[in-house]
Structures are given as structure tokens and as C-alpha cells.
């Protein structure tokens, strides 16, 4: 049995719930750091409570941790008493509409809570690999200057060499980002920077969509999670602009985590990789309504706005080459088609509701 220590923040949430358990499985003693202030954030919907309930049942030595971030002293003392082997950093604010109505709680946490945790690492674990969980938002509006022919149901690229998806080289400046995006961005750059100039092994993973049924999904955050139960629960929809053809490239939690301990396995510094379903995993927005209809037999109540959300990527598919060049033994082993029917095999949460 390994005696391997993880330290995951956000541990109630998506990613951070699925590496809990992933290493659990393994063996490992895995500390978790979560506030729950995806409640704060989202209300109701966001409550990561049923979350870590299901964990504690789940697991059979996870250490729950209620802390803030923000909170600088309590992570360095957290990290200096278990000087983890991994640290997995997945808490944040995650949704970019949200951030323009809360700029600072957006940064705090999104940007001084990163830095706070590679500051713990650097006095307390420099020689553990350190996993943040980034996003394609720091690529800003960037994606959207490619040209894009309409298919009947999605967008796709015109230029044929982007064909696998966008890759690390897009730019991340000079374009529009969110708040959120602008936060993310600070945080990606200081963890390439703790890597490159502390040389700890640091990797930012810029998520696509990454899901699962664990995810506490709220309107502003969580596509398919989100779809899943309004279609199920009856809740009311809106597609917000591109005619419902925007593209996303769905990863379930499962496959970022072999992603993580692959990294934890061979890891570099200052390493990026654009870690989502590509171009295999990726669904429109109608595309994605059509297939939970068929899937719960019954139709979602949505309604269209021409108005796009700031920021939204019309199309945007990862490209994985880089992270299968040098990981070639990762691969996705969630399919998109088993994505869908883990949901319809029934969430984890239960409907808000009723609860
Ligand atoms: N889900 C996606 O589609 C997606 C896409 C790209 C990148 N990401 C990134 O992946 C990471 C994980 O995303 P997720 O979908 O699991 O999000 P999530 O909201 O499900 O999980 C984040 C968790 O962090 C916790 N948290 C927030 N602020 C905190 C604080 N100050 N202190 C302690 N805990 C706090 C929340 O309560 C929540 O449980 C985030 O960094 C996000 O930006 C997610």
C-alpha cells in the first residue's frame, strides 16, 4: 500500500472530487481543501455539500479540510504539516459571467489563491509536482478569429490544419478574455513562472470541458452537467448566440486524472498542455440538447438569446497532440457517447428541489 500523500483544493467540486477519489483508489492519503463557496458563488445549484458527503462514504482515508484559499497563513501551514507528494490545485471561480459582477472575489480567489498554495509548495514541497487546473479561456476571444465554416448543426474550421483542434502556441494576449479569463490567466502565468524560475515541476492543464455527473452544475457553469438536469428536471434553458452551433470538447474528470497522475509519473517544469475531449468528444450545443431528449424522452424547455455570452468560444476544440507526445500511455477512455449515458444512467445529485 502506498503511503503517498495528495493535497486537492476544491476537493468538493468536479475535478477536485474525481482526483479524491481516483487517488483514494490508489492507495494514497488525500487531503482535501474546499469551502464550499461554489454555494457562495452559484446558490443553491452550486452547493458541493451531497459532494462531500459522497466522498466520505466513497473513500477510505480522505481528510476533509474546511479552508478558504485565501486564507495565505492556513495554506502554508496546511502544506508545511503534510508536505504532499502531489498538490492538485482545482479550487477557483470558474465561470466568466460570473466574474464581472465579482471582480475581486474572482481575482482573490482565481489568482492570490494560486499564488498562495505555490508559495506554500516552494517553503514546504519544491520537489513536488504541483497541478493546476487551467483553462482555454486564457486564450481569450483568439480562437474566435479563425475562420469557421457553418455546418447544418456546428461550427467547424475553414483551415484544414486545425483540424486537431487549437494548440498551446494560440496567443494569450491582446484579446478579450473575462474577468475570468484575465484571473485564470495571471494564475497560468505564475505557475509557469514557479516552474521556470524556482524550477518546480509545475504543469498548467487548459481545460476544455471537463465533466461528469459529480458536477454540482449551475446555469453559469457546467455545460453538459447543467443540460443533463434541466432536461431531466424540466428546468428552463437558453442558448445564448451562434444558433445553439457553438462547439465544445468534452473530458470526463476520469480522463484529466489520468492526465494528473500521468504528470505526477514523468513530470517536467513550467509544462502546458491543453488538456479536453477533442475533436473525437466534441458536440454543439444543439447537438448536445438532441441527445439528452432522445436520452430522458423528454424535450428541454429552452428558449434562444441572439445576445452571445462574452467571451464564449464559437468553436473550440483541444488539440491533445503535445500531451500525447510526451504522455503517449494517456488516452481519453470516456468516450463522448458514455459521457452522455453516465448521466442518463442517473446523476449523483439528487434534484435540488427535492432535497
Ligand atoms: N468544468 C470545466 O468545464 C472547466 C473547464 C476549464 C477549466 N476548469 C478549471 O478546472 C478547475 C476545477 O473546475 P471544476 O469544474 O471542478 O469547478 P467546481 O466549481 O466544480 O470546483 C471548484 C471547487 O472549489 C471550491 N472553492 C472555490 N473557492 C474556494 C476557496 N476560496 N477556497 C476553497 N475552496 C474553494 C468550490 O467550492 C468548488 O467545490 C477550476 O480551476 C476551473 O477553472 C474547469
New binding site residues.
Partial sequence: MSSRVALV?????????EAVAFFDARGWSVHG???????D?FGEH?D?TW?LERLRTVTQRFEHHD????DRAAMARLVDELTPDLIV??????SHDLAASRPFDDF???AT?TLNLLEAARQSAPESPFV??????VYGDAPNELELVELETRYDYADPSYADGIDELMRIDATTHSL?GAS?AAADLLVQEYGRYFGMPTVCF??????GPQ??AAEL???LAYLARATRDGLPYTIYGYKGKQVRDNIH?ADVCGAILAFFEAPHTAAVYNLGGGRENSISMIEAIARFEELYGRKLDWHYSDEPRRGDHICYISDLSRLRTDYPSWELTVSLDDIFERFAAGPARPPVAAR
Fill in positions: 483544493t476544491g476537493s468538493s467540486g468536479l475535478i477536485g472530487s481543501v474546499d469551502n464550499n463557496m461554489r454555494r458563488f452550486g458541493t459532494n479552508l478558504d484559499i485565501r490545485h482545482a479550487a477557483a471561480q470558474p482573490e480567489v482565481n489563491g493546476f487546473l487551467s483553462t482555454n479561456k475570468f485564470k487548459r481545460g476544455g470541458c471537463l465533466t458536477h454540482s457553469h457546467g455545460f474528470a
